[in-house]
Nanobody
């Protein structure tokens, strides 16, 4: 069955970097779009970045453009999110999710499969 497991979260200082990983199993990444979402306490889940293996496109939320980079290693069936110049407002639980086809509007409702999430915490 489809399974996604995130890792790489942790405590970061503003200006620091983290790389999140999402290991996929039970399917191959071909013809799927893979996205990273995040949810902070009291806030709605929001799309951070998405990459489509179907058409090769990627998209980013305005709040992370120029700081975050999404990538895939199809041989390892793994998706990454490199996060640089982290800000306190980036603190959240980060989830990876997949859907067939393209990224669309990167709306959580469009993505069928989700990982359990990994916590990114900003140090004071």
């Amino acid at each position: 069955q489809v399974q996604l497991v995130e890792s790489g979260g942790g405590l970061v200082q503003p200006g620091g970097s983290l790389r999140l990983s999402c290991a996929a199993s039970g399917f191959t990444l071909d013809n799927y779009a893979i996205a990273w979402f995040r949810q902070a306490p009291g806030k709605e889940r929001e799309g951070v970045s998405c990459i489509s293996n179907k058409d090769g496109t990627s998209t980013y939320a305005d709040s992370v453009k120029g700081r975050f980079t999404i990538s895939t290693n199809n041989a390892k069936n793994t998706i990454y999110l490199q996060m640089n110049s982290l800000k306190s407002e980036d603190a959240a639980v980060y989830y990876c999710a997949v859907r067939r086809g393209g990224c669309g509007l990167m709306s959580p409702a469009w993505f069928a499969y989700w990982g359990p999430g990994t916590q990114v915490t900003a140090s004071s």
